[in-house]
């Protein structure tokens, strides 16, 4: 199993980054793709996430309106549109997998704890210039 975020870079406060995450070794519609964020000294925390199966997302408070999860299965590919970005969405923002089943998923409003995911990818460094 293996992710693989890409997309990271440096990015003036008010741009736009369009991190993606390539997903192999697993069944795609299977699994939640998840985003998660930690800046050094706190602990990772949950973006947002979809559920490729049905299309629905979700995302934390802080980035809700600004974020935006997609996914293409054809690609094993799931992306998070950062619009409006600012200078505290600066952060590793890693990719996670998690497994769903019947009504079970990890991807839901108000996120899943880190504990609650399985595959991580090495995480891309975005870095919000004001």
């Known amino acids: 199993v293996q992710l693989v975020e890409s997309g990271g870079g440096l990015v003036q406060a008010g741009g736009s980054l369009r991190l993606s995450c390539v997903a192999s070794g697993f069944t795609f519609d299977h699994y939640a793709i998840g985003w998660f964020r930690q800046i050094p000294g706190r602990e990772r925390e949950w973006v947002s996430c979809i559920n490729p199966n049905n299309g629905h997302t979700y995302s934390v408070n802080s980035v809700r309106g600004r974020f935006s999860n997609s996914s293409d299965s054809a690609k094993n590919t799931v992306y998070l549109e950062m619009n409006s970005v600012k200078a505290e969405d600066t952060a590793v923002y890693y990719c996670?997998?998690?497994?769903?089943?019947?009504?079970?998923?990890?991807?839901?409003?108000?996120?899943?704890?880190?504990?609650?995911?399985?595959?991580w990818g090495q995480g891309t460094q975005v870095t919000v210039s004001s």
């Open positions: 996670t997998a998690g497994w769903t089943y019947e009504n079970y998923t990890p991807c839901k409003e108000g996120g899943s704890v880190r504990q609650t995911w399985d595959y």
